[in-house]
């Protein structure tokens, strides 16, 4: 069946060919190609480690997190998780986001998933919970 | 039914959380209010900075927030729905007055590259015929109806951004939500592998003869027996990843 519909395809070409509608008939053969960019997640940190600045020796950023204080590692990797993951999960509200609110908001989009979508909140009430 | 005295007081206060204007609002205790502006400003930006990450990124957090700032003042928001907000910002940035586009012309084209996965992920959800694996070229074809095909004019999926503007082009974008796990995947195209889908859909036998004719003869391109059975493997990658079934 396959066989005789490419055969059938064949013979359209032709006729399309001597019709004159294909003006150039040398072409390449893989002209039918894709590239899989990964998920919407994927692809996300993908572009964004793309534009992440190229390190540098001089970096204040990284003479800082040298010392005892100031951007220590546990913080700076909760940045980076927040940046590839948090598309999804559910917008806060204004308050309540220091300490101990602001961790659990992060474990909350950390456990929401990877998705974009999802329930925005309203400005009341719903921060923290 | 509201009296029209609150109903012009809300919009007042409306008013003010957007433009931060105070005037006229004799109502209200002043020391307070711009508390009101300031939550419903975090929500704004917070719903924004959560649908553009990349776009806050390459613009930078004071370019971003001014952009949400202005696009809150100077927008009238149609939609009801908050998480369809950021297609409008999509909408304020495209207007032609827009000084946001005159300063990066990539603008546009970014924010709806990380719209559409919201809007994918988000689309309602139809009865599909029976699909099948593609394993003959006489069935019709079916494309996942959960999809978007983009051409880019900036390689915003693979190039630094700074880079952008130097290599601009035609980069063809399918994305697509899969139909059993519902993540929202994004596929770079080759030309014809875009023109080949599109015609796909608008083609009424949908049979893989015909599209194929379609496409090459619209673009000059003669058909020879390899590329019928290269753009035959490849639909059957296609099929593998959930965009083209047969039905």
């Known amino acids: 069946m396959e066989n005789k519909n490419l055969k059938s395809l064949a013979a359209s070409a032709l006729a399309l060919g001597a019709l004159g509608l294909i003006a150039n008939p040398a072409s390449a053969e893989n002209l039918f190609t894709s590239t899989d960019l990964g998920t919407g997640a994927e692809l996300r940190s993908d572009v964004l480690g793309l534009n992440d600045a190229a390190p540098s020796i001089f970096n204040n950023t990284d003479i800082e997190l040298k010392c005892g204080e100031g951007k220590c590692g546990e913080e700076k990797k909760a940045e980076g998780e927040q940046a590839e993951e948090s598309k999804t999960g559910e917008s806060k509200c204004g308050e309540g986001k220091c300490g101990e609110e602001k961790k659990a908001e992060k474990k909350a989009e950390k456990t929401e998933g990877e998705s974009k979508s999802g329930e925005h909140k309203c400005g009341e009430g719903k921060c923290g919970m | ?247």
């Not at chain 2, 939609?79 to 000084?99: G, H």
């Not at chain 2, 019928?228 to 083209?244: C, F, R, T």
Request: proline share 4%; with cysteine; aromatic share 12%.
């Open chain 2, 1 to 247: 039914m509201l009296k029209e005295t609150t109903s012009l007081a809300q919009q007042k206060l409306a008013n003010y959380t957007r433009t931060g204007d105070s005037t006229g609002l004799t109502e209200a205790r002043l020391e307070r209010i711009p508390q009101y502006r300031r939550l419903v400003y975090n929500v704004i930006k917070d719903i924004l900075g959560q649908a553009f990450p990349i776009t806050k990124k390459i613009l930078g957090n004071e370019d971003f927030f001014n952009l949400c700032n202005d696009f809150f003042k100077e927008h009238n928001c149609k939609n009801t729905q908050v998480w369809k907000m950021p297609k409008e910002l999509i909408d304020y940035v495209n207007d032609e007055n827009s000084a946001y586009k005159l300063a990066h012309t990539f603008l546009p084209e970014l924010l709806l590259f990380e719209w559409l996965e919201i809007e994918i992920h988000t689309m309602t959800n139809i009865e599909l015929p029976k699909l099948y694996k593609i394993d003959s070229i006489a069935q019709p074809y079916f494309v996942n109806p959960y999809h978007k095909l983009i051409v880019l004019q900036h390689p915003l999926h693979n190039k630094p951004f700074k880079q952008w503007n130097t290599n601009l082009g035609q980069y063809p974008i399918l994305i697509y939500r899969n139909l059993r796990t519902h993540k929202v995947h994004f596929e770079e195209l080759s030309i014809f592998g875009y023109l080949f889908l599109s015609e796909l859909q608008s083609n009424s036998t949908r049979l893989f003869e015909s599209t194929l004719v379609n496409t090459l003869s619209a673009q000059n391109v003669a058909i020879t027996d390899a590329q019928i059975l290269s753009s035959l493997a490849w639909l059957k990658e296609l099929n593998k990843k959930g965009i083209v079934f047969s039905v």
